[in-house]
């Protein structure tokens, strides 16, 4: 029964989120909609992504840390078709698409509107198509190698033999993977870098930055890793059977947090630094405005701090990392701080707010993405019920 009621409010929220974004784009804000709406496709997009890109590393390293972890993140990637359709409505019905510049000629081509929507949506399609067929591969492959170790452990020698052979057929099965794996991190890498350049760094017309791509990618990254260290969290104290993931585990997924962080701390430093030293005016205006206008400098000080200084500072304890509570704080806070950076990176470079407009609407159009991402998760749940 609560699962039940749990389930209508998720449905609820996702209704409302969908009936305010329509009501504000027919009314007199539709600006504030569309931004809201694409802040939280690229952040949830990202979440959803995660999970393949990270089984994907797992696979590729041959890393044996993370068993228990992998089926938790790998259901993230249920969000991935709701994804898909939200781009295409994105793509298709933004009014703020970036578009040609008489400023830059050699850009005509590029943002031609039907070149740029149809590269956009089959990166997409392809990313995800690959990462969904992996995922499904991957679940399937590693639940039976899994479940065959306890096969050949005190049986008779027939029963010993069945399993030596089912694990053979696993670990067949994990080799298929490795082609699989490498398209998706390629795909990744490439895809997420397209949406950045299209999608957000375009938005300024007269900033541009060879760098971003990867620092999209990057940060796209720590987003995920910091979603899968909540998620592992909250399902191993509220999922049924109880998922037994050890503190070894919890401390292995701290430490990956703290890596992105540092590592996206070092793609922004870099981005500022040349743009410092160099004193190009192409790009300095568009820190000039996140840092020095008082409308936005708050909110950039904020969102660093919550992105980078909380994760770093907390995260330099090996027992805050081993702590489940203390861990899923941390990347919960990191998380706030990687939505706003979203915010930061859209809503100054569209020009339509002279100041932060963060309201209702946001928080509604938010919570209903979380809802849909969490409706998805629970039908994952229920195809690949988490072992206890």
């Known amino acids: 029964m609560k699962s039940f009621r749990f389930g209508l409010v998720l449905l609820v929220l996702v ?17 504030r909609a569309w931004q809201a709406f694409l802040i939280n496709l690229l952040f949830f997009s990202a979440v959803a992504q995660s999970g393949p890109v990270l089984a994907a590393i797992y696979h590729l390293t041959e890393a044996h840390w993370g068993r228990r972890v992998m089926p938790v993140a790998m259901g993230l990637a249920s969000f991935l078709p709701i994804s898909f359709v939200l781009f295409a409505v994105l793509l298709v019905g933004f009014p703020y698409l970036p578009k040609y ?10 943002f031609n509107p039907l070149f740029l929507i149809g590269r956009d949506l089959l990166g997409i399609a392809i990313l995800y198509s690959v990462s969904l067929v992996f995922s499904y591969r991957f679940l399937n492959s590693t639940g039976r190698t899994l479940s065959d170790g306890s096969l050949a452990e005190n049986r008779d020698q027939r029963t010993v033999q069945t399993g030596r052979q089912r694990q053979l057929v696993g670990n067949d099965s994990a ?12 795909f990744y890498a490439l895809v997420f870098s397209l949406i950045g350049f299209d999608l957000v760094m375009a938005l300024d017309r007269q900033w541009y930055s060879t760098l971003f791509g990867g620092y999209f990618f990057i940060s796209s990254f720590y987003i995920g890793v910091t979603a899968i260290t909540v998620t592992v969290v909250l399902a191993r104290k509220y999922t049924e059977p109880k998922e037994q993931i050890q503190a070894n585990a ?7 947090v703290f890596a992105f962080c540092l590592l996206t701390a070092y793609f922004f430093w870099a981005q500022y630094l040349v743009t410092w030293y160099g004193n190009l005016p192409e790009e300095v205006g568009f820190f000039m405005r996140r840092f020095q206008d008082p409308s936005w400098a708050w909110l950039t000080w904020t969102a660093i701090a919550l992105t980078f200084g909380v994760p770093f500072l907390a995260l330099l304890s090996q027992r805050a990392k081993q702590s489940s509570p203390v861990l899923c704080f941390v990347a919960g806070i990191a998380l706030v701080g990687m939505w706003l950076e979203r915010y930061l990176l859209v809503v100054p470079s569209l020009g339509l707010n002279t100041a932060s407009g963060l309201g209702w609407t946001e928080m509604i159009i938010s919570l209903s993405f979380l809802a849909a991402m969490v409706f998805s998760y629970r039908v994952y749940l229920q195809l690949y019920p988490l072992r206890g």
Do not use: H, M, Y
């Not at 919890?250 to 990956?256: A, C, S, T």
């Open 250 to 256: 919890l401390w292995d997924l701290g430490k990956l």
């Open 15 to 31: 209704v409302l989120g969908a009936s305010v974004f329509i009501w504000q784009i027919l009314g007199a804000e539709p600006a």
């Open 101 to 110: 510049s008489a400023e830059f000629p050699a850009r005509q081509s590029w």
């Open 175 to 186: 080799r298929n993977l490795t082609p699989l794996a490498v398209l998706v991190v390629i």
